[in-house]
């Protein structure tokens, strides 16, 4: 999941670095995002059932200083859409930089 995340990510971010985090479980390692990369701090899933709420726990618990927590998950199957998590406010900034760098 991680690789093809970030391979998507680097297509709509050419020039800028986006690999994946260490790999772990449990340990001080935990409190590294699964992808580096620019205002993101994403954490990764594709399960049966992907826990959302617990997908984006984990981002926010690994999101370094600066960075924006999400949560990127996805159902195991073809054809399931991949969902991406954040927190509303979070959204909100996100919208309102967006909106006030646009040409007027």
Do not use: H
Not at 22 to 50: H, N
Not at 79 to 88: A, D, I, M, P, R
């Amino acid at each position: 999941m991680e690789r093809d995340c970030a391979r998507k990510f680097r297509e709509v971010m050419p020039g800028a670095t986006v690999k994946r985090g260490i790999q772990t479980r449990g340990g001080e390692a935990d409190k590294i995002p699964d992808l580096q990369m620019p205002v993101f701090a994403p954490e990764c899933k594709r399960t049966k059932q992907p826990n959302i709420r617990r997908a984006y726990d984990q981002a926010v618990a690994a999101c370094p200083e600066g960075k924006i927590p999400c949560a990127i998950t996805r159902a195991n199957g073809r054809g399931q859409v991949v969902l991406f998590t954040l927190s509303f406010d979070d959204m909100l900034d996100f919208v309102q930089e967006w909106y006030e760098s646009r040409e007027k």
